[in-house]
C-alpha cells in the first residue's frame, strides 16, 4: 500500500522534449508538493496545491507547470526540456496547514530521476 | 529569509559508536522542525518532528534530537550507530509557510 506513489522513476529524455511526472497519494491529505532535488542532494520545493488550488509557486521557470486534477493526483509537466532540468523531483504530501487547524509532516514519494541528453 | 545549515557534509563513524548530526536554522520564531533520511535511490522518510513541548523528541530506528532554542540548533543523536544506518540526513523546517526549507544535508557512512 503506497502511501505517495510517483511515475516513472526514471526518465530519460532529450532535449527540448516535453515530458510528465504523475504523482498519486492515497493518504486522504489536502496538500500536495512537488520538491527538486539537484545533483549535489539539494531539495527546494517548486510548487504546492491545497484542494486543487495552487498556494506555493516558487521561482520556477514557466516551462514547468504542475496540475491537480483532484486532490489525490499532482502532475508535473515541463516543456522543452534543457540540460538543467536532469534532477530527482520528489512529490509530497500533507494533511494540511496551521491556519487550517491542522499541521503535519510532509510524507515523500519515491522520486523520479529524470536525465536530459 | 529562513535557513537550514548542516555544518558537516560528510561524516563517518564506527560500527556502535554514537552519532550527533548537527544542525542550525535562521527563523525569528520557532519553526516545526524534521529530520528526514534518504537511503540511496530512494525518498525521504521522516525520523523525528518538533512542532512544541518537550525539546527532546524520539524518533523511529534508536534516534533522538534536541531542540534547543538558544542555539537555533536541532542536533539529531543516535547512542550506537548500524551499518544499515548510513545514508543522506536532511534537517528541515517549516516556519509555518507551507514549505520545507531543506538544509545541504549529511552523508553518514559507517564503518564495520
Known amino acids: 500500500d503506497t502511501a505517495v506513489s510517483q511515475t516513472p522513476k526514471y526518465l530519460v529524455t532529450q532535449m527540448g522534449n516535453d515530458k510528465s511526472i504523475k504523482c498519486e497519494q492515497n493518504?486522504?491529505?489536502?496538500?500536495m508538493y512537488w520538491y527538486k532535488q539537484d545533483s549535489k542532494k539539494f531539495l527546494k520545493i517548486m510548487f504546492s496545491?491545497?484542494?486543487?488550488?495552487?498556494?506555493i509557486n516558487e521561482t520556477v521557470p514557466n516551462r514547468f507547470s504542475p496540475k491537480s486534477p483532484d486532490k489525490a493526483h499532482l502532475n508535473l509537466h515541463i516543456n522543452s526540456l534543457e540540460l538543467g532540468d536532469s534532477a530527482v523531483y520528489f512529490c509530497a504530501s500533507s494533511q494540511g496547514r496551521l491556519w487550517q487547524g491542522v499541521f503535519d509532516e510532509q510524507y515523500f514519494g519515491p522520486g523520479t530521476r529524470l536525465t536530459v541528453t | 529569509a529562513q535557513s537550514v545549515t548542516q555544518p558537516d557534509i560528510h561524516i563517518t563513524v564506527s560500527e556502535g559508536a554514537s552519532l550527533e548530526l548537527r544542525c542550525n536554522y535562521s527563523?525569528?520564531?520557532?519553526?516545526?522542525l524534521f529530520w528526514y533520511v534518504q537511503s540511496p535511490g530512494q525518498g525521504l522518510q521522516l525520523l523525528l518532528k518538533y512542532f512544541s513541548g518537550d525539546t527532546l523528541v524520539q524518533g523511529i530506528k534508536g534516534f533522538e534530537a534536541e531542540f534547543k532554542r538558544s542555539q537555533s540548533s536541532f542536533n539529531l543523536r543516535k547512542p550506537s550507530v548500524h551499518w544499515s544506518d548510513a545514508a543522506e540526513y536532511f534537517c528541515?523546517?517549516?516556519?509555518?509557510?507551507?514549505?520545507?526549507?531543506f538544509g545541504q544535508g549529511t552523508t553518514l557512512q559507517v564503518k564495520p
Open positions: 528541515a523546517v517549516d516556519a509555518d509557510t507551507g514549505k520545507l526549507i
Open positions: 493518504l486522504g491529505h489536502d496538500t
Open positions: 527563523y525569528g520564531a520557532t519553526p516545526y
Open positions: 496545491y491545497n484542494n486543487k488550488e495552487l498556494i
